[in-house]
């Protein structure tokens, strides 16, 4: 396994000299899948990258997000087989300059040849689909298709562990999913199980993405970066920084857009209620006072800045705009519903191994 990233590397230094860099970025579940007598070069690799001919090696939970930025800001090359069809929207340039992107083959001859992987576009459905999957299978390890995960994607689930973060911010339950165990378990980031609250109702997926990126094509944003789930009955604030039943729009770890800082610590408040006749729950939307305002943008296109404390009910085709910084929009997607079918070919978000970039 291991021999298949040097044998990468060795292709990658005949191709474009030995001067040209190599950063390793891998996830951090590769360690658990490679067998056990890579694990002592691993380790030499993780301890000494130089050594190895590697500028760079880091491991992190999740190293598609990862690289493709590095590659972006740097203008670096990335060596993959994954497609990446659940990154397209947050990295555009994957599908303008996909020549570089590589991937390899090996020839009769043993030799390892890199060269580019073939990216086309796909439509912004394929892609809305790859993220949601990505975001379930390979984030929070739950498979709408198993029907223990079923189980645990359809209920609430609380976190009572003493001293825990995420018990203390959400005492009424998690607003996102649950992590599994290896026996399938719903279990808090802390690691306690979790109790289940009973059944969870209608789901839509929010999107926040950077207001001052382009529009792409379909009345998409660029600049996503973060969905989360919200059920009918739950109400969740949003702001900048650590907030009881709420989510921090600035945190470092999602890495916010600059004009993050224009939204306030307590912005927003949203929720999800049932609609008595109507074709589903509605999605409702109160200012908190905030500093810089929020904007309504209608799918006419008609934009109105909304009243401290007024609820606003709005839809799939509308937008809110936080102090002029960050927008929110309801995702398309309705979370494993029984007509929500996956394409298979989606499974993995877009398919392959990365080893490096
Ligand atoms: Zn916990």
């Known amino acids: 396994m291991l021999k298949r990233l040097f044998l990468v590397r060795d292709a990658w230094r005949e191709q474009f000299g030995t001067k040209a860099p190599v950063d390793l970025v891998a996830d951090d579940s590769l360690v658990g899948s490679l067998p056990s007598d890579d694990h002592a070069r691993l380790l030499q690799l993780r301890r000494n990258p130089r050594r190895e001919g590697f500028a760079d090696v880091r491991f992190v939970p999740y190293a598609d997000p990862v690289f493709l930025r590095l590659a972006r800001e740097r203008g670096r090359y990335v060596i993959s087989r994954d497609r990446f069809t659940d990154l397209r929207r947050k990295e555009p340039w994957v599908e303008q300059q996909s020549e570089r992107i590589l991937s390899w083959t090996t020839g009769a001859d043993r030799r390892v040849r890199l060269h580019p992987s073939g990216i086309v576009p796909v439509p912004p459905h394929r892609v809305s689909q790859a993220i949601e999957f990505k975001d379930l299978k390979h984030l929070q390890r739950l498979d709408p ?213």
């Open 145 to 357: 298709e198993h029907p223990g995960h079923a189980r645990i994607l359809r209920s609430h689930w609380r976190c009572t562990a003493l001293g825990c973060d995420t018990a203390m911010r959400w005492p009424d339950g998690l607003l996102s999913w649950p992590a599994v165990s290896r026996t399938g378990a719903a279990v808090c980031t802390c690691g306690a199980l979790l109790e289940n609250l009973g059944p969870r109702g209608v789901t839509r997926s929010f999107v926040v993405s950077d207001a001052t990126a382009a529009d792409l094509p379909g009345g998409l944003s660029a600049g996503e970066y973060l969905r989360f789930p919200v059920s009918v009955g739950d109400a969740v604030q949003l702001g900048r920084g650590t907030l009881r039943h709420g989510i921090n729009l600035g945190a470092e770890e999602l890495n916010p857009p600059v004009g993050v800082k224009r939204v306030s610590r307590v912005h927003l408040l949203l929720s999800m209620e049932e609609q008595p006749g109507s074709g589903g729950p509605q999605a409702y939307a109160v200012d908190l006072g905030s500093g810089n305002g929020t904007v309504v943008v209608r799918s006419s296109g008609a934009t109105r800045r909304i009243e401290p404390g007024e609820r606003v009910a709005f839809g799939e085709m509308d937008r809110l705009v936080l102090g002029d910084a960050v927008t929110l929009r309801l995702s398309g997607q309705r979370y494993f519903s029984a007509e929500q079918a996956l394409p298979r070919e989606l499974g993995d978000g877009g398919g392959g191994r990365t080893l490096l970039s």
